[in-house]
């Protein structure tokens, strides 16, 4: 019998999580769910992704440069119709995202994503359900 501790354990349970946020993101998102991207370049919004994130000033400018550059590119994408360009703008938020962020940030970040993508009826941006509820 195998002998984990906890913290093992909670090693195995967050690197599950986040293989399966990875994989839903780059594969599974429709034009629809790109509006979860949008969503990060609203004031409110942003302050709550920083402070859940507890990214310091210097990752807040370069997330607040990467989300513009999601948006607008997420808007060329739909006004063409090209999935391809949107494919290509979702890998250059996550991968920007990744060289940004330290790694735990960036596995809370994704989580954030999944799950807002995933739970469409509670907006996780707004008042149903509150970033720090994600911690729980």
Avoid at 36 to 47: E, G, I
Avoid at 70 to 79: R, V, Y
Avoid at 87 to 116: G, M, R, W
Wanted: aromatic content about 10%.
């Amino acid at each position: 019998m195998c002998n984990l501790n906890f913290t093992s354990m909670k090693k195995v349970l967050v690197s599950i999580m986040v293989m399966v946020a990875i994989s839903t993101a780059t594969f599974a998102l429709t034009p629809s769910d790109y509006g979860v991207f949008y969503k990060l370049n609203d004031k409110s919004t942003f302050t709550n992704v920083v402070n859940y994130l507890k990214a310091d000033k210097e990752q807040a400018d370069y997330l607040k440069l990467v989300f513009n550059a999601t948006a607008d590119g997420f808007k060329d994408a739909a006004k063409t119709g090209n999935d391809k360009l949107a494919d290509n703008v979702l890998d250059y938020n996550l991968l920007n995202t990744k060289s940004i962020l330290s790694e735990n940030q960036y596995n809370k970040y994704l989580v954030l994503i999944n799950l807002s993508i995933n739970n469409k009826s509670n907006d996780l941006f707004g008042k149903d359900i509150l970033i720090s509820d994600i911690n729980k």
